[in-house]
């Protein structure tokens, strides 16, 4: 799932980074958005996205959060198991 159809306030993992754009997955790596690390979603506005990764908060925008591609994680904060 894409992190903007996340649920505001849960954790998850970020999968991968979906997108063509070398400057926007540089930029997202920069922030610590890459594979295996946990990301939350802290608030959604409009096209505004407020996440925390690596204790560091930062507001980034939709085709940016779009790009983020993540895996929910259970209550124990381990991945879930995928069901297929």
């Known amino acids: 799932m894409k992190l903007v159809d ?4 849960k954790t998850y993992n970020i999968a991968t980074i ?7 997955k540089d930029f997202l790596f920069s922030l610590g958005c890459y594979p295996g690390e946990n990301i939350t979603l ?4 409009s096209s505004n996205y407020v996440i925390n ?32």
Do not use: H, P, W
Not at 6 to 9: E, G, L, R, S
């Open 6 to 9: 996340c649920t505001v306030d």
């Open 18 to 24: 979906n997108t063509f754009d070398t400057g926007m």
């Open 42 to 45: 802290i608030s959604q506005l």
């Open 53 to 84: 990764v690596k204790d560091a908060r930062y507001s980034i925008d939709r085709n940016l959060a779009s790009a983020i591609e993540v895996q929910e994680m259970d209550n124990q904060n381990s991945l879930k198991e995928s069901v297929v």
